[in-house]
């Protein structure tokens, strides 16, 4: 991974992705905004916080600016696993969803989160990309699972061809889940690093090598959002807060 910073903005790129200048990409940080307090300082772009409207609107005009991009969605996230097309004809139109996908130029793609995974999918042989907002609910429902068969079904991507890139999220020190048996799937148990502890990280890239997603083409952020509260957003640390964003689009 790379750090850029472009007017005070601080984001994160993926090397998988670096070989592929026209797939516009990263994970911005929480510096760079005009939102205030410990809460919401600085870069907040979630629109569901106490954070001012106005702050949310003029944080995301500048990330939309430093993109260079006429438009970036940001659907309404669900926890669940709708998966919707993006095209110039529903550009404005309200989404549901938590996986987002298009294959038409310059329409930036965006989903926010704070302790949960952003996933950026990439198939270059049809020039496609989705972007993901995966949480634990969304894992236990196996969203990447449901965004690649409607890919492969809508779009005819074959998993092998697919670059995935996975943001700062939950580490597995943090990912406590007392209630393990009832609220995750058996085959997550394995993945348990301490008592009541999980590796979201491990368990994605299980849940996408079995969708047929080849191991050197998965890269996995590995930095913790609960242990780089300075850098991200988390909702773990501080339940009223923030959201960082993560963003792609197809330049033209």
């Known amino acids: 991974m790379a750090e850029y910073d472009k007017a005070k903005l601080e984001w994160l790129e993926y090397d998988l992705l670096e070989k592929f200048p026209h797939v516009l990409h990263g994970t911005l940080s929480r510096h760079g905004g005009i939102s205030s307090g410990e809460r919401f300082g600085t870069l ?27 438009q970036i969605i940001y659907p309404h996230q669900m926890h669940g696993t709708k998966v919707c097309r993006v095209t110039a004809k529903n550009l404005r139109e309200p989404l549901q969803a938590d996986a987002l996908y298009t294959s038409e130029k310059n329409i930036g793609l965006g989903v926010m989160h704070a302790d949960c995974q952003a996933a950026i999918l990439y198939d270059p042989v049809h020039e496609v990309i989705a972007i993901a907002h995966c949480g634990w609910k969304g894992s236990a429902q196996n969203l990447y699972a449901r965004t690649i068969d409607t890919l492969q079904r809508e779009i005819g991507t074959q998993p092998h061809n697919l670059l995935v890139c996975i943001s700062p999220s939950l580490g597995p020190d943090h990912s406590e889940f007392k209630n393990y048996k009832h609220e995750l799937p058996k085959d997550f148990w394995e993945f348990q690093s301490k008592p009541f502890h999980f590796d979201f990280w491990g368990i994605s890239r299980m849940q996408l090598q079995k969708c047929g997603v080849l191991d050197k083409n998965i890269e996995i952020a590995e930095i913790c959002t609960v242990c780089n509260t300075k850098d991200y957003f988390s909702h773990r640390a501080s339940k009223d807060t923030g959201r960082n964003a993560t963003i792609v689009a197809l330049k033209s």
């Not at 003029?58 to 939309?64: A, D, L, Q, S």
């Open 44 to 70: 907040n772009l979630g629109d569901q916080t106490a954070d001012t409207r106005e702050h949310v609107k003029t944080n995301r005009e500048t990330v939309r600016k430093a993109f260079g991009l006429p």
